[in-house]
């Protein structure tokens, strides 16, 4: 009857078998059907591709040869499905773009995973900000590592946003149709320049107390919604209710203002500049990619084409 | 003479009917030996202008190995970085070690005078002086000495130890914990309640331990 029986057979039953068939055959089936399943497993050490686990994970082939799995492959994931599946091969011509958007986007990521970290030492109270600030940096293993390169990296996304929006005039690429990411980048810039203030307040140090003192005094002149602008006294503005009040959550520079700077730091201006940046990346991509010069054709290619 | 340029540049020309073949002779046929030297650049300026390019090198597999065991072990290296980050090296909490007085100072029986201040009770028995750790092994809570019953009842469910601290009625697993006692230089008990002694059902009996008691 059976002697090595059909995978595909062991699942179903065979011809002429009733559901009464006898023992001896159903653990056959039995036996033989746990064979094929370890013949499965085996599968699986020599190529850890050809396993269930693998399959369940990625979903897709990640065998390169064919261009349709190579595009799958960034289709079809999370994290890369952001990206174009195809880009003109002089994107990533640096003396062109000089990279200087991914990089300012990089520093991003670097400052919320460094600032995160520093979150879990820092209260924003009157009382600990200037301690926890110096407890970061002598008893938390790698808290002065990680301070400073939040306060690097602050600085250099500065200098990078200059560096890209520098790039973007200098290649024309606010040109049609990308006038309207250019706005959206200038938005990213002053969104920057707000994380830049707001977090500088938090070390509670005189440096960063006398740069929001001047920088809110400035908010106390601004035209009808500031109580020592132009026609803001007339529209009822005081210090107690004008936009710099509301900025501070008082008419002084103190735990309010402190609590408040946090939370547009860590909170309010992150996800606000995330939808930006969501936007702005959004539009390169509908605008016809990364802009560059015109691409560089190689012969080979001219000939196939030709050739076709 | 047939150098391979030319036979390939010949198969190019001639009609092939398979246009994989001929796309397939397309990457070889790129490379041409008269052809400028492989620095791809456009011999025209204008954009959009035609340029050649010299065969890729042979794989360097050990180069590779190199470069991707770097990544790792800097991933590997971050990881632990991150893992240490948590645990700061000064916290601001009482001391886990304190001094409690003489031996002198305490009757035979359950004292009950650093229960506010340090969680443990003083036990002096015939033979020896231990400190119990005041904290019930149900879920935790701070029991009761009730002198006139000489017994702890924990108020949360009901666990009631005898005056040595053994539990033999309600939830309570075990008995409670006994904390580190020694005699400092100047015959002073110093007691430890970071560690701590216990008697697991059915295993080791802790409490006979050099440091869970001070022989009298």
């Known amino acids: 009857m059976a002697e090595t029986p059909d995978p595909k057979e062991t699942k179903q039953l065979t011809d002429g078998e009733t559901s009464s068939s006898s023992m001896i055959e159903r653990i056959r089936e039995g036996g033989s059907s746990l064979k094929d399943r370890a013949i499965e497993e085996a599968k699986g050490y020599k190529d850890p591709q050809d396993t269930q686990l693998w399959k369940s994970i990625f979903r897709v082939s990640h065998d390169r040869s064919d261009p349709r799995n190579r595009s799958l492959a960034v289709l079809s994931n999370v994290f890369l499905h952001l990206h174009p599946a195809k880009i003109n091969r002089d994107a990533v011509r640096y003396p062109f773009t000089w990279g200087m958007g991914g990089i300012t986007f990089y520093l991003f990521i670097v400052l919320t995973f460094t600032g995160v970290l520093l979150m879990f030492y820092y209260h924003p109270t009157k009382a600990d900000a200037f301690k926890d600030i110096l407890y970061l940096e002598h008893d938390v293993p790698f808290g002065k590592l990680l301070r400073n390169m939040h306060r690097w990296a602050a600085h250099l996304m500065v200098i990078t946003t200059w560096l890209h929006m520098f790039r973007v005039v200098l290649t024309g690429s606010y040109k049609r149709p990308r006038e309207f990411n250019w706005c959206v980048g200038v938005v990213l810039l002053v969104l920057t320049l707000l994380l830049s203030f707001t977090g500088y307040l938090l070390p509670d140090d005189q440096l960063g107390f006398w740069a929001v003192t001047v920088g809110t005094n400035m908010a106390r002149a601004t035209p009808m919604l500031g109580s020592e602008g132009p026609f803001g006294p007339q529209l009822g503005m005081t210090p107690f209710n004008d936009v710099r009040f509301g900025l501070l959550g008082g008419s002084i520079v103190d735990s309010n203002a402190l609590l408040r700077s946090y939370i547009w730091h860590c909170i309010g201006i992150p996800l606000v500049a995330s939808i930006f940046m969501a936007v702005h990346f959004w539009r390169i991509r509908k605008d016809g990619g990364i802009s560059g010069p015109a691409p560089v054709v190689l012969e080979s290619e001219i000939k196939a084409v030709k050739k076709k | ?216």
């Open chain 2, 1 to 216: 003479m047939d150098s391979p340029a030319n036979q390939e540049l010949s198969n190019a020309t001639t009609p092939q009917g398979d246009p994989v073949s001929s796309s397939a002779a397309q990457p070889a046929a790129s490379t041409k030996p008269a052809a400028p030297p492989p620095a791809a650049k456009p011999p025209a300026k204008a954009p959009g202008a035609i340029v050649e390019s010299a065969p890729d090198p042979p794989v360097n597999k050990m180069r590779r190995r190199i470069v991707w065991s770097a990544i790792a072990a800097s991933l590997i290296a971050y990881f632990l970085m991150f893992l240490r980050f948590f645990l700061p090296r000064t916290i601001f909490e009482p001391s886990s070690t304190f001094r409690i007085g003489a031996l002198g100072d305490y009757a035979l029986g359950v004292d009950t005078k650093w229960q506010q201040q340090y969680r443990i009770w003083v036990t002096k028995t015939s033979d020896r002086l231990f400190v119990i750790y005041a904290r019930c092994t149900h879920l935790g809570c701070t029991p009761d000495w009730k002198a006139s019953e000489n017994k702890f009842k924990c108020p949360c469910h009901g666990s009631g130890y005898d005056s040595e601290g053994i539990n033999f009625e309600g939830p309570a697993p075990r008995p409670m914990d006994r904390a580190h006692v020694e005699l400092d230089a100047e015959g002073q008990i110093v007691v430890d309640i970071a560690r701590l002694y216990d008697w697991p059902k059915g295993e080791k009996n802790e409490f006979d331990e050099p440091g869970a008691f001070i022989p009298l």
